[in-house]
């Protein structure tokens, strides 16, 4: 495809005129000037009040908790957790959180996510949906050990992980990945913490966790671990051996920032999430300034209520505003960069995540010529501020078209809805018996 006369951020985030050509899965042109063999690029896309932005990532869900949207609000987090949350969850099956992947992907791709990062269980009904579905994605299998004792081969986790890195690992041409999990410092033990990071530098894949989500679990984990933090925990077991993927950090201390900085853990910051649970705010300057790779990530829809990623860099560019009483921390180009390239770097994507020639095709181009996004005094400031998700009108991942003006090629989003309803209803009838 041939993107023409559309104005585009290059890799450092100025705005440019011109032509963005398409490839096969790669961008084989960018310039000022439409390419001498113009004709070979397929398609071409007037881009006229449009912009085109590189693809944003995701990367902290659980979307199969789709269907749990806006089951439980207003609760404290014990009570959303035992009388909501868990008994509702131990109803999902492989069938129930199919449709409920693809419809949390439409909306991904719906709002310029080409890539997520995703932490939950039914890895083949996750699997299937994202290798249908064309979006790139890292996913773990959540491992769940409440004692001491339990060691890792003792957990169905071993093999499962095996099988899932053999069977699903590099598939859909690299889109999709398995990372291993751990659920949390409190949610597993040393010598499964130890051992799930040695599996991951053995098999060559990453891993993804919580960390210090909330002031009480960072408190307990420091009293457990003989004053260790969770990030000094894990990496006292050498956990960060492989590629980790942090989520929330809010409670992070600046001891922790270096060692996440030292060992290029990337911290998923969950604005939206950690606000609604009243967590608190991660301390992203600090973390930024300390040289963390600080992405972007929703968490799952229970707790958001949505995958909508403008949405979620909207909040990310204006809250440490707020907290910190520092109206220059955290950028409108580091928040785009955390929602770009920071995220497909923390997927292990080094060839994802900016505009430039040679780099994967995952493109997003946005509707600008609309009452909320002029007049443009800098594309950057209106794309972080002023854009809406519904702004966006096409998102590619690899070349492949996934989402244009209210059309998924790929999904079937109708049907996903229909299911997903279904799948819920037939939950809280399960429930009420
Ligand atoms: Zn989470």
Not at 288 to 317: C, M, P, Q, R, W
Not at 321 to 343: F, Q, W, Y
Not at 345 to 370: F, H, I, K, W, Y
């Amino acid at each position: 495809m041939l993107f023409s006369n559309i104005d585009y951020l290059t890799s450092n985030f100025s705005v440019e005129r011109g032509f963005v050509g398409t490839r096969g899965a790669q961008i084989a042109y960018l310039g000022s000037e439409a390419p001498a063999d113009a004709e070979e690029y397929g398609e071409r896309y007037d881009g006229a009040g449009k912009l085109l932005i590189p693809g944003m990532y995701n990367t902290h869900a659980h979307v199969p908790m789709t269907l749990l949207r806006g089951y439980g609000e207003n609760m404290a987090l014990q009570d959303w957790l035992f009388k909501r949350i868990f008994p509702f969850e131990e109803k999902i099956t492989e069938e129930r959180a199919y449709p409920a992947t693809s419809l949390a992907i439409a909306e991904m791709l719906r709002f310029g996510v080409v890539g997520f990062t995703d932490m939950y269980y039914f890895m083949d009904a996750r699997a299937r949906a994202v290798i249908e579905s064309g979006i790139k994605a890292n996913l773990c299998q959540g491992i769940m050990v409440f004692d001491a004792q339990t060691t890792y081969e003792q957990t169905p986790n071993k093999a499962s992980n095996e099988h899932f890195v053999r069977q699903y690992h590099g598939q859909a041409d690299g889109r999709l990945k398995i990372d291993l999990n751990i659920h949390s410092e409190y949610i597993s033990n040393p010598q499964v913490v130890q051992a799930v990071g040695e599996h991951a530098v053995q098999l060559g894949v990453q891993t993804h966790v919580h960390i210090s989500e909330t002031k009480l679990e960072h408190a307990e984990c420091k009293q457990r671990r003989g004053g260790l933090t969770p990030v000094q925990y894990f990496d006292s077991l050498d956990f960060f051996r492989a590629p980790c993927t942090a989520a929330h950090c809010v409670w992070t201390e600046p001891e922790d920032w270096a060692i996440m900085a030292e060992r290029g853990v990337t911290v998923a910051a969950n604005p939206a999430s950690n606000a609604k649970l009243a967590s608190g705010f991660a301390p992203v300057p600090e973390m930024l300034a300390a040289g963390v790779n600080v992405a972007l990530g929703t968490d799952g829809v229970a707790s958001n209520n949505s995958h909508n990623i403008l949405k979620e860099l909207y909040l990310f560019a204006l809250l440490y505003k707020g907290s910190t009483g520092d109206p220059t921390v955290v950028t409108p180009a580091e928040a785009l960069a955390a929602a770009t390239i920071n995220g497909a770097r923390s997927q292990g994507r080094l060839d994802c995540g900016c505009l430039a020639v040679g780099q994967r095709a995952d493109l997003v181009v946005l509707e600008t010529n609309v009452a909320w996004a002029q007049p443009v005094h800098n594309a950057l400031n209106n794309l972080v501020f002023s854009a809406q998700g519904s702004d966006v009108v096409l998102t590619m991942v690899d070349g492949a078209v996934l989402y244009r003006d209210g059309q998924w090629p790929t999904i079937d989003v109708e049907k996903a809805i229909a299911e997903t309803q279904a799948a819920t209803g037939d939950i809280l009838a399960e429930l009420a018996v």
